[in-house]
């Protein structure tokens, strides 16, 4: 029996978790909870599973949970906690075996590190942890012997086509994208794109801050770094090609010219299951492929004149690993300014240029509190000029 903490457990992928561990329950048990607000949904959660660990970010929100959950917390021993002390709290708790990391942002980053120091595995769908500080995390998840296994569709597949392979022989990380909404569009055709346009992903459902990221091509971006940290390549080892369809989910080409591809339909499950099960395959009732009625399969490569996620995600690499920290947390902010409707769509793209002419370079390679402390210079730049 393997104990979770799961963060991030109301959000796209942690429902998805947490129906796996509802039809595996002979394999898992949960015993912590974590989202930012979402009362509803984590009291439901709370009553089904019975986590004697739960966290509400939201001072507000967790009060709120503490009152309804008053019929059942005590006889229960269930106990609700707040802020980022909380998500400190159960990410060190010695009694479970894999944090779940799947909390949006910026925000999953120090209970990543305090589980990975616990001696955690970690099933990681927060890419912005590695994105800021996969220059901390990797070599310390090597000290502790911790075993980091991507969640991320893309990264799953990588990881998955390079099981049993000589790492030595990769030639690149081919990296698919479905191009998103707003696929073949130009400059001047994304000028007065609406909020709705941007979430109307054709093949993924998915919360609305992964959602823009993917009609911006930001998420890609971010998986690119993403992949560099995860699988031990140079950046510009790392290709990435639209594919409309999302079938194959990503490459490895070999040194032999040999190419693996890992295929299947768009359900984040499949990975989000061998992740938990440590690379292991376990039977899924979901429904197949069939390729006889597959009519083609797409390749394209980006347009990063239009879309320039990409781009300048690589650039922030180049300059120095603090980069990746204020292209992140500038898009964060953008991301979000955007779905308060403060901004336009292509906005997101000159904000993330604009925080990127900071100087930071006297701490390239910074610690955790420098990357903490510059999100806050960065949002506080952006919040003062936009």
Known sequence: MKNLVILGSTGSIGTQTLEIVKDKKEDFSVLALAAYSNVDLMEKQVREFLPKFVVLYDK???????????????SNNIMILTGMDGLIHIASLKEYDMLVAAMVGMIGILPTITA????????LANKETLVTAGHIIIPLAKEYNVNIYPVDSEHSAIF??????????????LLTASGGPF???????????SLNDAL????????????????SLVNKGLEVIEAKWLFNVDIDDVEVIIHPQSIIHSMVQFKDNAVLAQLGLPDMKLP????????????MPERKIDFFS??????LKPDHDTFRGIKLAVDSYNRGYVYTT??????EIANRYFQEGRIKFLQIYDIIDDALTLDFDYCSTPTLDEILNVEKEVDGYISSKY
């Open 200 to 215: 109307n992903h054709p093949n993924w459902s998915m919360g609305k801050k992964i959602t823009i990221d993917s009609a």
């Open 160 to 173: 998955q086509c390079l099981k049993a392979q000589n790492s030595a022989m990769v030639d690149k990380i």
């Open 272 to 283: 989000i299951q061998y992740a938990l099960y440590e690379g292991s395959r376990r039977p």
């Open 183 to 193: 696929l073949g569009r130009k400059y001047d055709d994304l000028k007065d794109v």
């Open 60 to 74: 507000d929100a967790a009060k709120e949970l503490e009152m309804r959950l008053s019929d059942i917390s005590a």
């Open 326 to 331: 204020v292209f992140n947390a500038a898009n």
């Open 116 to 123: 990975v120091k616990a001696g955690k595995d970690i099933a």
């Open 294 to 299: 597959l009519s083609k399969l797409d390749f």
